[in-house]
T-cell receptor
Framework: SQQGEEDPQALSIQEGENATMNCSYKTSINNLQWYRQNSGRGLVHLILIRSNEREKHSGRLRVTLDTSKKSSSLLITASRAADTASYFC???????????WGAGTKLIIKP | EAGVAQSPRYKIIEKRQSVAFWCNPISGHATLYWYQQILGQGPKLLIQFQNNGVVDDSQLPKDRFSAERLKGVDSTLKIQPAKLEDSAVYLC?????????????FGPGTRLLVL
């Protein structure tokens, strides 16, 4: 079953602009993770945020988590062509720790 | 550190044939996962191993899919007989955590096309 839903399904921006993707989920979680998938490098872990954290940074990535709204956002600042990929959120339900994945946001960075 | 290895990278078979995929996880990782990813969708967990025991195989179509992880290291996933709807990318991942929900490291995947 699908727990996370990313929004938008697709996003196209100019290089240098910021990209924001959102993820909503249904049940309480232990943590939420963001992954990136492109044809060159496969599926790669970006960042993990735990349920007791509200914000986390990693380089040009900023992730927020609002457990009251059951939502998370991923912000990529100063986008580059290499950021072109699909971005997935994955949550592990409080009960069984299994990762449940959304369908992803397809991000295209135009040069 | 070597990543997760998978083979083959591509496979084309006809329906009703059988196929097997192999995965070698990151050394020392106790937990190994097999996912199925259909085009345009997120990965769907098929089976999760912790060492050589099965933690979760609730979404594995057991009438045609089987998986094993001998000696708690390498793993194979088999489909017999294959159906058209099995066309997908099969991803293997491993993690250091024992409880699940930890960072997972993925292999390049095997792209299967069933004709």
């Amino acid at each position: 079953s699908q727990q996370g839903e990313e929004d938008p399904q697709a996003l196209s921006i100019q290089e240098g602009e910021n990209a924001t993707m959102n993820c909503s989920y249904k049940t309480s979680i232990n943590n939420l993770q963001w992954y990136r998938q492109n044809s060159g490098r496969g599926l790669v872990h970006l960042i993990l945020i735990r349920s007791n954290e509200r914000e986390k940074h990693s380089g040009r990535l900023r992730v927020t988590l609002d457990t009251s709204k059951k939502s998370s956002s991923l912000l990529i600042t100063a986008s580059r062509a290499a950021d072109t990929a699909s971005y997935f959120c994955a949550t592990d339900a409080d009960s069984n720790y299994q990762l449940i994945w959304g369908a992803g946001t397809k991000l295209i960075i135009k040069p | 550190e070597a990543g997760v290895a998978q083979s083959p990278r591509y496979k084309i078979i006809e329906k009703r044939q059988s196929v097997a995929f192999w995965c070698n996880p990151i050394s020392g990782h106790a937990t190994l996962y097999w996912y199925q990813q259909i085009l345009g969708q997120g990965p769907k967990l098929l089976i999760q191993f912790q060492n050589n025991g099965v933690v979760d195989d609730s979404q594995l179509p057991k009438d045609r899919f089987s998986a094993e992880r001998l000696k708690g290291v390498d793993s194979t996933l088999k489909i017999q007989p294959a159906k058209l709807e099995d066309s997908a990318v099969y991803l293997c991942a491993s993690s250091n955590g024992l409880a699940g929900g930890e960072t997972q490291y993925f292999g390049p995947g095997t792209r299967l096309l069933v004709l």
